[in-house]
């Protein structure tokens, strides 16, 4: 009886639209299926732009593989979920969102501080935070939340006077 040899061929294309909406250990999980997979990837920065670090993964990641990870993104990071990861500090966190200067939405749950900071690095220089989720943290005092108000509305407040020049820009033009 001959044994026949089976073929194997590179995934289908419509599986690599999916990677991008993959939370980070499915992500990394599908880097170890195939060659093809793992190049797509690993060279691809599409699946890196919108990080979501959820169980399992949450309880080992740390600030610096968070770094390593983020870094893939080259800068241009969107989304950042952060679902209780223990090991990641403010410090850690902070250092993700200077690299990433275009975060637009965040989340944290049971995240210990680094919120305020993390807001107010995110509301430098005109940017838009478009969307900031915080649950699970407990003892935040009223003034931080009036902070993180502030902050949001500072944020608005911005962005319609960058819009309103920008558009009055246009207009003036002959």
Same mark, same amino acid.
């Given at each position: 009886?001959?044994? &026949?040899?089976?073929? #194997?061929?590179?995934?289908?294309?419509? +599986?690599?639209?999916?990677?991008? #909406? =993959?939370?980070?250990?499915? +992500?990394?999980?599908?880097?170890?299926?195939?060659?093809?997979?793992? *190049?797509?990837?690993?060279?691809? %920065?599409?699946?890196? =732009?919108?990080? !979501?670090v959820?169980?399992?993964?949450?309880?080992i990641?740390?600030?610096?593989?968070?770094? &390593? !990870?983020?870094?893939?993104? *080259?800068?241009?990071? /969107?989304?950042?979920?952060?679902?209780?990861?223990?090991?990641? @500090?403010?410090?850690?966190?902070?250092?993700? %969102?200077?690299?990433n200067?275009? %975060?637009?939405?965040?989340?944290?749950? #049971?995240?210990? $501080? $680094?919120?305020?900071?993390? =807001?107010?690095?995110?509301?430098?220089?005109?940017?838009?935070?478009?969307?900031?989720?915080?649950? $699970?943290? #407990?003892?935040?005092?009223? &003034?931080? =939340?009036?902070?993180? /108000?502030?902050?949001?509305?500072?944020? /608005?407040? /911005?962005?319609?006077?960058?819009?309103?020049? !920008? @558009?009055?820009?246009?207009?003036?033009?002959?």
């Amino acid at each position: 009886m001959a044994v &026949e040899k089976e073929e #194997y061929s590179a995934p289908n294309e419509a +599986l690599f639209f999916v990677l991008a #909406y =993959l939370p980070l250990f499915e +992500l990394l999980s599908m880097t170890r299926v195939c060659k093809s997979l793992r *190049e797509a990837i690993n060279n691809d %920065i599409l699946p890196w =732009l919108k990080l !979501v670090v959820d169980r399992p993964i949450n309880c080992i990641l740390s600030d610096d593989i968070l770094m &390593e !990870v983020a870094s893939k993104a *080259e800068a241009r990071l /969107q989304v950042l979920v952060l679902i209780n990861c223990v090991k990641i @500090t403010d410090d850690g966190l902070l250092r993700v %969102i200077a690299q990433n200067p275009h %975060i637009s939405k965040a989340a944290q749950a #049971y995240h210990q $501080g $680094g919120v305020i900071k993390a =807001l107010k690095l995110l509301s430098k220089n005109s940017h838009r935070i478009k969307s900031l989720k915080i649950s $699970g943290i #407990y003892g935040v005092r009223k &003034e931080d =939340l009036e902070t993180i /108000q502030s902050l949001i509305n500072h944020n /608005q407040t /911005q962005h319609r006077e960058t819009t309103s020049f !920008v @558009t009055n820009t246009r207009n003036s033009r002959p």
